[in-house]
């Protein structure tokens, strides 16, 4: 196909600054999501809480997460990824503040500071539930159907930064001081990039002053505003939508069950510190076999499968299978790293073409912030089962069934992509065309 007129120098520079910024925004959301993995293990010792104490304010927030992205996707198609990120990004660094501020408040009884925190959490939660719709609402406007595999790949290596940062930076810093440094310095880095949004990110390429682009993924028949009907029919009545749904709740058990839990894994049954070794191998490692596996992903649905994303989701569903199997049977601390990257590589290829690519390619760009929510939705909902729940179960039986609990969503996942093998955005819009 050839390159679209609106694809010179001037557009490639535009876009460049409204996806670097956006990249680097998603960024600080997920330091400021993840930093509760690296100090949860401090809350239980300063506070005498459990497993499955603390995983209630890891539940609280996963699901006002999944309960809120069902109401934020419409508002972001209604007015705008630039304006729901800009109010997203400030009220996360809000609930990182109230969060850290926990330390400081005299709340008497330990199941009030407990609740206090599970609040805070679930504040910080409902506000960056904004960014992963607006990201995808703007991108939508922004990016060919053809390229969005490539590019989405190359997003998610940005994004996992924060990742890496939660490790390398607020993990130490947590070590060293206290665990609310954790929650204030992500607040911070946010509160910069809402300014950094405000002057840099743009909804489209004609509110840049750029002429329009055709996206080509048969969403350009609606003119106007979006009527609230057509977002409920796009996303809510088409079985590749729904199909997309469940593999999104696979996704959710698996990645927040393995993301939440691995630092204290390491620091419980490794005996490893935020300074080891191997516990910084994780910390970078992570991220970057994430960032390889979404490269990975998006490039090969662009490149061998002609832009469909079910079949690589397929199979990165079976290598995270695979790798929690060899998870379960690992000894040591090098062949659970090993393994633990491994599923990260298979999980974050699987994520970022499900929530980043699929939801722009079957919601269209009209619809790609009600798509992305409900699918982010879905996952958080799946997510939040790992909080209270998975760590009363560790708990209570220890950490030698931490894999097997992994493993029958990965499976379910493969099946579900099985089912939609063949599904193709295009396949309306060539139909009309002809």
């Known amino acids: 196909m050839p390159e679209q007129p609106q694809h ?20 600080t959301f997920y330091m400021g999501r993840y930093n509760f993995s690296v100090a949860q293990k ?68 330990k199941s009030w500071l407990l609740g206090y925190l599970a609040t805070a959490f679930a504040i910080n939660n409902y506000f960056q539930s904004f960014g992963a719709c607006a990201i995808v609402k703007v991108n939508a406007g922004w990016f060919q159907l053809r390229e969005r595999g490539v590019f989405g790949g190359i997003f998610g290596a940005m994004i996992q930064g924060g990742r890496y940062l939660t490790f390398a930076v607020s993990a130490p810093l947590i070590a060293w001081l206290s665990w609310k440094w954790g929650f204030f310095l992500p607040a911070a880095l946010l509160t910069v990039m809402f300014f950094v949004i405000w002057r840099n990110v743009q ?53 927040q069950g393995l993301d939440q839990w691995m630092a204290r894994y390491f620091q419980e049954v490794h005996k490893l510190t935020p300074f080891s070794l191997n516990f910084q191998l994780l910390g970078s490692g992570a991220p970057l076999f994430g960032i ?10 662009d490149r061998l499968f002609g832009s469909r994303r079910p079949p690589v989701i397929f199979i990165f ?16 601390p090098w062949a659970a790293l090993g393994a633990i990257l491994g599923a990260s590589l298979c999980i974050t290829a699987c994520h970022s073409l499900i929530a980043g690519v699929a ?58 992509m099985a089912a939609i093998w063949r599904a193709d955005p295009r396949t309306k819009a060539v139909a009309a065309a002809a």
């Not at 120098?9 to 680097?24: E, H, M, Y």
């Not at 705008?80 to 809000?94: C, E, K």
């Open 8 to 27: 010179d120098a001037a557009f490639r520079r535009r876009r460049g600054i409204n996806w670097l910024t956006l990249g680097l925004t998603y960024a």
């Open 42 to 109: 401090s809350l239980s010792d300063e506070f005498g809480w459990s497993k499955g104490d603390v995983g209630w304010i890891l539940t609280a927030g996963l699901w006002v997460y999944a309960i809120s992205t069902v109401v934020n996707g419409p508002l972001t198609d209604r007015f705008g990824g630039r304006r729901v990120l800009l109010v997203g990004t400030a009220g996360a660094a809000v609930g990182n503040i109230l969060f850290g501020l926990g330390s400081f408040f005299g709340l008497g009884a």
């Open 203 to 255: 909804d489209t390429p004609v509110a840049a002053g750029l002429p329009p682009l055709d996206t080509g993924d048969d969403s350009d028949d609606v003119v106007g505003r979006v009527p609230f009907s057509y977002l409920l029919k796009r996303v809510y009545t088409n079985p590749t939508m729904l199909t997309l749904m469940a593999a999104s709740f696979c996704i959710g058990f698996s990645r």
């Open 292 to 301: 390889a596996g979404g490269l990975i992903a998006g490039t090969a649905s």
């Open 317 to 332: 569903f079976l290598g995270q299978l695979l790798f929690f199997g060899l998870l379960s049977q690992a000894v040591g």
């Open 359 to 416: 939801s722009m390619d079957f919601g269209g760009k009209h619809a790609a912030g009600s798509a992305a929510g409900i699918i982010d939705g879905v996952q958080y909902l799946a997510g939040g089962v790992t909080g209270h729940w998975m760590g009363n179960w560790l708990e209570r039986y220890g950490w030698g069934n931490w894999a097997y609990m992994l493993m029958p969503t990965a499976f379910a996942g493969a099946c579900l």
